[in-house]
């Protein structure tokens, strides 16, 4: 694990511990994660699961266009700016560890608990979405391969029904026989010249249905599981860290490096010093893990 990721784990876990007395807001918290996890959401419905969820639910688009659309008319006190993002991790579960950390700083109150109780059930939501996505891209493909009548009129009769409209492209409002009858019947009719086929694709259709619904179920949970997987292990590392003070040592290093103008070199351990004197926020957080 990277120098810069832990101390991001580490921060969230010393967080409950130390914060403030102050009342979580639940939409500020919200907002704020948004502006990390949530980019182009309202074009991409599965941007929370790909940016903060798990990569298997796909790559999102570039973020830099959709972080200035997510910007405008957001008060730039709950939400991490533009510049801020060039440091946000592009691993999911890394991702939301570091949102989880800058936006605790910022929203007075809020701890790794509140971000997990609000948006853990959003990140459910967008990976369902992405199953959806997934479906509606092999439809599409679907209908550009067809070409002989059948094919061709189930292909018809199949956008018909899963249309937002009727039984939608996770076949949802469709889970009843009547429901899915219902819909049938109109979409049969609107197919003209596919009388024929009726029956086949009547059958053809159903099981699709049924397939999608089980799958869609599996696609989420084992999404879930990948994300929730993903930050115990960040949690496995953390302690591991804590237990031979690499973490805090790698911290010294670090502020040595970058911030000391004689690098804590020998006959400067007041550099030295300084720097672990920066670096005792470690210790409270490894108390938060034993």
Not at 169 to 183: M, V
Not at 237 to 250: F, G, K, L, V
Request: charged fraction near 20%; glycine fraction near 4%.
């Amino acid at each position: 694990m990277k120098p810069h990721t832990l101390f991001l784990i580490l921060g969230m876990l010393a967080a409950p511990g130390i914060a403030a007395a102050a009342t979580c807001s639940q939409m500020n918290l919200t907002r704020c994660l948004d502006s990390v996890c949530a980019i182009n959401v309202s074009s991409n419905p599965a941007a929370r699961c790909q940016y903060c969820g798990t990569s298997s639910a796909g790559e999102p688009p570039s973020e830099r266009g959709g972080m200035r659309s997510l910007s405008l008319g957001s008060s730039a006190r709950y939400t991490i700016s533009e510049d801020e993002l060039e440091d946000a991790p592009t691993d999911p579960g890394q991702r939301y560890a570091w949102a989880t950390v800058q936006c605790i700083k910022k929203i007075d109150g809020c701890t790794a608990d509140d971000v997990s109780d609000i948006y853990d059930e959003l990140i459910e939501q967008s990976c369902r979405a992405a199953g959806i996505s997934a479906q509606m891209s092999a439809t599409i493909a679907d209908a550009n391969t067809t070409k002989a009548s059948l094919p061709s009129c189930q292909t018809s009769i199949r956008a018909c029904m899963i249309d937002a409209k009727r039984c939608g492209p996770d076949w949802r409002a469709c889970e009843t026989s009547a429901a899915f009858d219902e819909f049938f019947s109109t979409c049969s009719i609107e197919a003209t010249g596919c009388t024929e086929y009726i029956a086949d694709i009547r059958t053809t259709l159903t099981n699709a249905r049924d397939t999608a619904i089980k799958n869609a179920d599996t696609l989420l949970a084992n999404i879930v599981a990948g994300y929730q997987s993903a930050r115990e292990q960040k949690l496995i590392s953390a302690q591991n860290a804590c237990r031979d003070n690499s973490a805090r040592n790698t911290c010294v290093d670090t502020i040595c490096e970058r911030s000391m103008p004689n690098k804590c070199a020998t006959g400067f351990e007041s550099e030295r010093a300084t720097a672990t004197l920066l670096c005792e926020f470690y210790d409270l957080a490894c108390a938060v893990l034993d």
